[in-house]
């Protein structure tokens, strides 16, 4: 079971639009929906803005939902539980389904990144440093933005954080067979169908990071997972490598039942799910680890909730 990390809050404000302090309150995260403009591969990407009572200099955080590559991806609570740990969350609507395979989503969302990162100032402080997130196929694509940021020089990714991600397009794993799932006739095996669409994409590192050969030079990174998820073990194996390729690693095993599914399951406001905090205060843990000036400070995890498309 995942312990409880200590909280933090930075010492020092500053008089911003966003609450200048690192002190989380028990107030509603309100998404507010966006169009953003590229000039590639889409000319415009829906995004969900998430912020809490946070500071400049907040973490930006590109998050990446669930979905299986196979439909819209539901926002929170993942998002909203990033917000509520200190940082400005912009939660992508990446293209999923049989119209978009490899390397639509990636590509989109490497050109939302580098967006981001040219233009943070409209979220954050311009000094701000910038994450990705995801989970299950979020997962995947957040894990392949940090080796196509490496290999493009830039832009600069702080940390990276995975959640249950779909990284080992083969499901031969124990987990999955301990889930009853795998390659054949489960949702997983159904998108990644969808996404690789053609079985030579199964060897590329930006479509499945598991078989990424070059590790090193990767940002931090903090890996969740659970005894009964079906990806459990390509997430242990993923982050054993990182480590062995000198990349910090923050794995948790987290006793929660019902991963990944749990993350997009909408939860009474009065009884959030009894993992929201424990990944609330990793996520927090995190974000002080790999940014400076953090000192501890206990607060408390707010409700979690699930919503549908706009």
């Not at 998404?31 to 912020?51: A, D, N, R």
């Not at 030579?200 to 070059?214: I, L, N, S, W």
């Amino acid at each position: 079971m995942l312990s409880q990390l200590p909280h933090y809050t930075q010492s020092r404000t500053a008089p911003f639009s966003i609450i200048a302090s690192w002190v989380l309150v028990d107030m509603p995260v309100s998404p507010i929906f966006q169009e953003i403009k590229l000039s590639k591969p889409l000319p415009t990407i829906g995004v969900h803005v998430f912020q809490s009572m946070t500071a400049r200099p907040a973490p930006l955080v590109l998050h990446m939902p669930g979905g299986t590559f196979k439909a819209t991806p539901l926002h929170r609570p993942v998002a909203e539980l990033l917000a509520r740990a200190g940082a400005v969350v912009v939660s992508a609507d990446y293209p999923a389904g049989s119209a978009h395979p490899f390397p639509d989503a990636a590509e989109a969302m490497y050109a939302l990144l580098r967006h981001l990162s040219d233009n943070r100032a409209q979220w954050v402080a311009r000094h701000s440093q910038l994450f990705v997130a995801g989970e299950e196929a979020g997962g995947n694509l957040a894990a392949a933005l940090t080796l196509m940021a490496r290999d493009r020089l830039g832009p600069p990714i702080a940390g990276q954080i995975l959640l249950s991600p779909m990284l080992d397009a083969g499901m031969a794993t124990c987990s999955f067979r301990d889930a009853e799932a795998g390659p054949v006739g489960c949702k997983w095996a159904d998108g990644w169908t969808l996404y690789l669409g053609r079985a030579d994409t199964a060897g590329h590192p930006y479509a499945v990071p598991a078989c990424g050969t070059r590790l090193h030079g990767l940002p931090p990174a903090l890996i969740i997972t659970t005894p009964d998820d079906p990806m459990r073990d390509e997430c242990l194996a993923y982050a054993g490598r990182l480590k062995q390729a000198g990349v910090s690693i923050h794995a948790r095993a987290l006793a929660a039942q019902d991963w990944p599914d749990a993350l997009a399951l909408a939860a009474c406001p009065e009884m959030p799910p009894d993992w929201a905090e424990p990944v609330r205060s990793n996520f927090a843990d995190f974000f002080a680890a790999v940014l400076p000036g953090l000192v501890p400070s206990p607060v408390a995890a707010a409700p979690v909730t699930a919503e549908g498309p706009p």
